[in-house]
């Protein structure tokens, strides 16, 4: 079966500052897609950036991108220039098939002002 | 365009009594999904269904039944609630895609208690 980890339960970064979640999948499928979605306390899930396995390159989406390594199986998400409004719980999900997503257990992302 | 809704946003139960959690999207998407989040971990699966009449069963199903009777709505049941199902409920829906290039979009999700 599809496992996510998300290894780090809790991150703190200053504001205007750089930080890096990390996420490591287990799958043995070679077609598959990674998720990062954003949980702020109002509990709405909001995706924030989606990466395509069969795509070399790298996606990114404003101050959010990811750093994928295929052999690896792992799925970074990298936020820039940090700012109050990205304090959440961001979860990794895996498209299992179906389009069902298997989720990590979330990192809690805390902005130091 | 409401998107994706879940009614109630809060309930409290007593062990061994029944409920039904309602979802419904105006999106006409083909693909639903109930997911359960508890403390400390990700959302997993109950239950989804990739078309109106079909269901089946996700990571976590027990203690749970659905009902896709029309496109627009997900029913998720409690026949018997138990304390360990005290968790917060999130429905999603999205279009189906060869290869899951379209978003799952959520619901605000229902808190609920099972004293």
């Given at each position: 079966a599809q496992t996510v980890t998300q290894s780090q339960p809790e991150m703190s970064v200053q504001e205007a500052e750089t930080v890096t979640l990390s996420c490591t999948y287990d799958t043995s499928e070679s077609d598959y897609y990674l998720f990062w979605y954003k949980q702020p306390p109002s509990r709405q899930m909001i995706l924030v950036i989606r990466q395509e396995a069969y795509k070399q390159q790298n996606a990114t989406e404003n101050r959010f991108s990811v750093n994928f390594q295929k052999a690896a199986k792992s799925f970074s998400l990298k936020i820039s220039?940090?700012?109050?409004?990205?304090a959440a719980m961001y979860f990794c999900a895996y498209n299992a098939g179906a389009q069902k997503l298997v989720f990590g257990q979330g990192t809690r992302l805390t902005i130091n002002p | 365009n409401a998107g994706v809704t879940q009614t109630p946003k809060f309930r409290v139960l007593k062990t061994g009594q029944s409920m039904t959690l309602l979802c419904a999207q105006d999106?006409?998407?083909e693909y639903m999904y109930w997911y359960r989040q508890d403390p400390g971990m990700g959302l997993r699966l109950i239950h989804y269904s990739v078309g109106e009449g079909t269901t089946a069963k996700g990571e976590v199903p027990d203690g749970y039944n659905v009902s896709r009777?029309?496109?627009?709505n997900f029913l998720l049941g409690l026949e018997s609630a138990a304390p360990s199902q005290t968790s917060v409920y999130f429905c999603a829906s999205t279009h189906p895609s060869r290869l899951a290039t379209d978003t799952q979009y959520f619901g605000p999700g229902t808190r609920l208690t099972v004293l």
């Open positions: 220039d940090s700012q109050l409004g990205d | 999106m006409n998407h009777l029309k496109k627009q």
